[in-house]
């Protein structure tokens, strides 16, 4: 069983940064490929970053040059830098594991609030 803890979240100006972390517990996180997803209020959860076991990356074209997802094997967590934040960027983002085997786990959420 994997348990993905956020932890980061809360309240930000417009342009303001926050770091987002996902620790991980209960199996092993190396070879797991983990991604951030965010869910704004009415809205459809959506992808914002991705980081493989090897650490290559996706972002999403929304938050490429400002975002950055990034992994500690040794911390079994998970990061996402997100700088320049932008007040439609409000929502819960959420931690995501995809397992070697086809399993999913999510966190429970951490909510970012973008607002003056």
């Known amino acids: 069983q994997v348990q993905l803890v956020e932890s980061g979240g809360g309240l930000v100006q417009p342009g303001g940064s926050l770091r987002l972390s996902c620790a991980a517990s209960?199996?092993?996180?190396?070879?797991?490929?983990m991604g951030w997803y965010r869910q704004a209020p009415g809205k459809q959860r959506e992808l914002v970053a991705g980081i493989n076991s090897g650490g290559s990356t996706n972002l999403a074209d929304s938050v490429k040059g400002r975002f950055t997802i990034s992994r500690d094997n040794a911390k079994n967590t998970v990061y996402l830098q997100m700088n320049s934040l932008k007040p439609e960027e409000t929502a819960v983002y959420y931690c995501?594991?995809?397992?070697?085997?086809?399993?999913?786990?999510w966190g429970k959420g951490t909510l970012v609030t973008v607002s003056t």
């Open positions: 995501h594991a995809h397992r070697v085997n086809g399993m999913d786990y």
């Open positions: 209960g199996s092993i996180f190396s070879s797991d490929a």
